[in-house]
């Protein structure tokens, strides 16, 4: 795996709040975690007052750091593309339960269920599914529907559980999607792309956890020569990037 580097845009957005003296700002966690990392010691922007994040599940480690070095306020949202909005909430306090992503929203249902799609009690933790009047889905190159929706839900692929007071919390992932900070990844793209490579007889990509809590892409490669890791990333940078 070679070393993430700062991207342009990363860079370019603390340029335009420092500039532009911007008060709030919206990311997902994984671009939380790089922002955070781009800061470094140096001061937070004076001007900053609000953080809004979603995308992911935050850890109460991520939480704190961003509360102590950008911005007390913070604001949660859980959604997504297919779903529209589902869930949002403040962080006021860090005696917030592990993974809390926000109140629902009053117009949306969401269940936990078990494997065979048997609804679980409140409080439980299951895979979670959704609707919504947002709600869309995929469908594939016959126009079927996918899976993810199923008698009318959305299965957003994430574990976690309502409690009786209506908060949602995001516990871990139900699928092998990879939630890399709120960017969703397919590991057999990833895959497919790295096996281009001549040097790659086998490649197995997976989701990693870090220290901060949000999913890193590793791969793990068979190859009948010694390579250099950081070299294949390179090659396989332009084409990863295309998808």
């Known amino acids: 795996r070679g070393e993430r580097r700062q991207r342009p845009g990363e860079v370019e957005a603390l340029q335009m709040l420092q500039l532009f003296r911007a008060n709030t700002m919206v990311l997902a966690v994984g671009q939380l975690e790089s922002f955070l990392k781009l800061v470094g010691d140096n001061p937070p922007p004076l001007s900053l007052k609000l953080l809004s994040i979603g995308g ?9 750091e961003a509360r102590a070095r950008l911005s007390s306020v913070v604001s949660f949202a859980y959604g997504s593309t297919e779903m529209g909005g589902v869930s949002s909430g403040m962080a006021t306090t860090l005696e917030l339960p592990e993974g809390f992503s926000g109140y629902l929203q009053p117009w949306v249902k969401v269940e936990s269920v078990d494997g065979n799609d048997e609804r679980l009690p409140p409080g439980r933790e299951g895979i979670l599914r959704v609707k919504t009047p947002e709600l869309a889905y995929y469908v594939d190159a016959d126009g079927n529907k996918v899976e993810m929706l199923r008698d009318g839900w959305f299965y957003p692929g994430d574990i976690g559980r309502i409690d009786s007071g209506g908060r949602l919390m995001i516990t871990g992932r139900a699928t092998d999607v990879i939630n890399r900070g709120g960017i969703i990844v397919a590991p057999e793209a990833i895959e497919e792309v790295l096996l281009m490579d001549k040097s790659i007889r086998e490649v197995a990509v997976v989701g ?14 068979v190859s009948d020569t010694l390579v250099d890791p950081q070299a294949i990333v390179e090659r396989a940078r332009p084409r990863l990037n295309e998808k």
């Open 208 to 221: 990693v956890t870090n220290a901060q809590g949000v999913e890193e892409i590793w791969a793990a490669v």
């Open 56 to 64: 992911a599940k935050i850890t109460r480690e991520l939480l704190a």
